[in-house]
């Protein structure tokens, strides 16, 4: 399940961690809403039309994260 969950796209050569997504989460937006898990991809795995294929983020989550 994605809900609680955020995929980044990091930029190549940079440090940004899943706490820094945390911790800059926590600064604008409610505790509840803040994600439990993040997780950074190269691309977002897109299709011929330009759209995100949702069934392979959610597969990929499924297998990276800890349950």
């Given at each position: 399940s994605l809900v609680g969950s955020e995929m980044c796209i990091r930029d190549r050569g940079k440090t940004l961690t899943a706490?820094?997504?945390q911790e800059?989460?926590?600064a604008y937006?409610?505790?509840y809403k803040k994600p439990r898990y993040v997780l950074f991809v190269d691309n977002?795995?897109?299709d011929?039309?330009?759209?995100i294929r949702l069934k392979n983020?959610?597969?990929y989550f499924?297998?990276?994260i800890e349950k």
């Open positions: 706490q820094d997504v800059a989460c926590k937006i409610a505790s977002l795995g897109r011929d039309a330009g759209k983020v959610i597969a499924d297998a990276h």
